[in-house]
């Protein structure tokens, strides 16, 4: 059997690792606590592929020693500077497990491959509206394809195993040899309804696109990611902007998880989300105004909680 290390326990890992688990894998989850509840209640998701429960196979707040029994680390925590895998799973672990990182951001696997250069890095994008609730509870509104490659292998076969995964799941995914593309493409989403939603006072997707200005600075925000992708070398289409905001206006009105960890006072992802694009912007000598003040006003704003 396939055995999945699943780090976190929020909407992102309780949903994929319970498909995962529908397709014949064991989940086993590390949580930094509440372990106990975990293991005792599981997961419930309500789902557009469907309501489930399961239970995964094992909870625990202290990594196991024998990691090297593990095929698959799946790491669903949040991207914050405080959050470092080395705390977590050692400085060194066993060279033939792979990590796979289901994480929102730019410029989030080079400390992982710093870190564990013997180990494939994978990366993913989850293309989802979840959100974790109480005790367990997921609320899975729309959309939920995912997008995997190798981060440091020209090829994998621990890639193709987790795709074929998720597709026996009925988890829409695909596979790409251009993760970097696919990971800025990301960015280009979360990086102006993110934070608006925050700085807006809890608008949800709808409600920005709604009014006119914000679905300007929504535009404007999409723009100098673009720009910075072909900066990076990995150009995301212009025409993305469109497609995105199409997709956003049909689908449901949505709550995004940056405005969910600020209304529970929780640490946002500013730093991976909008902090290293600056850096990236910085390295190539390119202003990014939109992003500059957003960064700013979200730095301010987690400060006042």
């Known amino acids: 059997m396939f055995r999945i290390l699943v780090l976190g326990s929020g909407a992102i890992a ?34 557009h592929w469907g309501d489930f429960e399961y239970q ?11 990691l090297e029994e593990y ?21 060194r672990i066993p060279e033939n497990v792979p990590i796979l990182l289901l994480q929102n951001g730019i410029g989030i696997e080079e400390p992982i491959t710093e870190l564990y250069p013997s180990n494939e890095i994978l990366s993913g994008l989850a293309f989802v509206c979840a959100n974790r609730l109480d005790n367990g509870k997921i609320h899975h509104l729309d959309y939920g ?8 292998r020209s090829s ?19 596979s790409t040899d251009t993760i970097r593309q696919a990971r800025w493409k990301k960015l280009m989403w979360n990086a102006p309804f993110n934070p608006i939603s925050v700085l807006s006072g809890g608008k949800n ?20 990611v ?21 997709m956003t206006e049909s689908m449901k009105p949505y709550k995004t998880s940056m405005l969910l960890d600020f209304e529970n006072g929780r640490p946002m992802e500013i730093d991976a989300i ?9 390295k190539f000598h390119f202003r990014t105004p939109h992003i500059e003040t957003l960064y700013a006003l979200l730095k301010l704003k987690s400060h006042s909680k």
């Open 14 to 47: 309780g949903l994929y690792a319970g498909k995962l688990k529908q397709a014949g894998c064991s989940v086993d989850f590390w949580v930094r606590k509440n372990a106990f509840e975990l293991e005792e209640r599981g997961f419930q998701i309500q789902s």
């Open 56 to 66: 995964p196979n094992l909870v625990f707040e202290e990594v196991p020693k024998n």
């Open 71 to 91: 095929d698959l680390i799946l790491n669903c925590l949040k991207s914050l500077p405080d959050i470092r895998l080395e705390t977590i799973l050692g400085i």
């Open 145 to 152: 394809d995912l997008t995997i490659g190798s981060w440091n």
């Open 156 to 174: 994998s076969s621990v890639l193709e195993r987790v795709v074929q995964f998720f597709e026996t799941a009925g988890v829409p995914t695909q």
């Open 205 to 224: 997707t709808s409600q920005i696109l709604a009014e006119s200005s914000s679905r300007s600075l929504v535009i404007e925000i999409m723009k100098e």
């Open 226 to 246: 673009q720009r910075l992708s072909e900066l990076d070398g990995a150009p995301v289409p212009l025409e993305q902007i469109e497609i995105f905001l199409e």
């Open 274 to 282: 909008l902090g290293n694009a600056l850096k990236i912007g910085e």
